[in-house]
């Protein structure tokens, strides 16, 4: 591609498709082998934008999905106060080269309403964020999959930040064989090191204060990474303790792959999550940690974490 093409192409307006019949006539003229995917909720923010420069290096072609799913939304949250910014994400998705946006109402998604069938999450689905919100995860995967069936995209993007998601959507790819490869992009965050997230715009300006201490609370334990998982642990919890109006659901160390708390003499990599409210808002933070001498945090997970240590289950 000359550098003429190139900037032609991070100005031309997306094709949009608002059906199945319009995204696949407008997936049959990309004339690429590679195909990525950014799926999202809309209200996009300079953390999808990232998630979309990163899949657009990498293929020929680029579709972003606006669709918010009803399933993955539990009877006591409010699908209808998700804010709906559809004419500044098409600007964004503009910006950064997208050839096409699938925004699909329930009704083409899930032509025949709920989904008898869907996919299960399984135990992973059923811890830390699966605990809080019960069917959470099965929704997100039901979703993931029939994107990515109607989308044929051969490479997903998904952000660090959602770390549980962005395992149960790779493990639904390998056990289920889906032809796809699932890439993690590190979390975006505000200079002040909140990460970035839609569900933001709900934190009022003391809110957002009080949010700072998951992103605080991160990286006073992976500070401590030399030490060992009882350090980690440690300091994060004293960071938290200390803002009494954050109210705490978990503070966890984990291993990558299985979700397991790691044990005192455990060594590798792992993962430190925070889950807690602020305001009228739940807010999630995580980080990748090397655990050991010569430790730290971590942009995202090596392909080589493997799981199977043996360890309780997380709470």
Not at 140 to 159: I, N, Q, S
Not at 181 to 193: K, L
Request: proline residues 7%; contains cysteine.
């Amino acid at each position: 591609m000359t550098e003429a093409q190139a900037a032609e192409r991070l100005t031309a307006t997306p094709v949009i498709a608002s059906t199945r019949d319009e995204l696949r006539a407008a997936r049959g003229d990309l004339t690429g082998r590679d195909v990525a995917v950014v799926m999202t909720m809309g209200a996009l923010h300079e953390g999808h934008a990232q998630l979309l420069r990163e899949a657009r290096r990498s293929a020929d072609h680029l579709i972003l999905t606006i669709f918010l799913n009803p399933l993955q939304f539990g009877p006591k949250e409010d699908l209808s106060r998700y804010p709906r910014t559809f004419d500044d994400d098409l600007q964004i998705a503009t910006a950064e080269g997208v050839d096409i946006v699938f925004a699909p109402t329930p009704d083409v998604v899930y032509p025949d309403g709920d989904p008898g069938v869907r996919v299960s999450a399984g135990p992973l689905g059923d811890v830390l964020e699966g605990k809080s919100r019960p069917g959470h995860f099965d929704g997100v995967l039901t979703v993931v999959g029939k994107l990515l069936h109607l989308t044929g995209a051969t490479r997903a993007f998904f952000g660090q930040k959602d770390a549980q998601q962005l395992l149960l959507i790779r493990r639904m790819a390998r056990d289920l064989d889906f032809p796809v490869e699932v890439v993690s992009v590190p979390t975006v965050r505000e200079p002040d090191g909140l990460a970035l997230s839609s569900r933001n715009t709900y934190l009022t300006e003391s809110d957002r204060e009080v949010a700072l201490c998951l992103s605080r609370a991160l990286t006073a334990g992976a500070d401590q990474a030399a030490y060992g998982p009882s350090a980690i642990r440690r300091a994060a919890r004293e960071v938290l303790v200390a803002e009494p109006l954050a109210l705490v659901d978990y503070l966890v160390l984990v291993h990558p792959s299985t979700l397991q708390d790691v044990p005192e003499w455990y060594r590798g990599e792992a993962l430190l999550a925070i889950a807690a409210k602020v305001g009228t808002t739940r807010l999630i933070d995580n980080t990748p940690i090397l655990v050991g001498p010569g430790g730290g945090r971590l942009d995202v997970f090596s392909q080589s974490v493997t799981p199977g240590i043996p360890a309780r289950p997380a709470t």
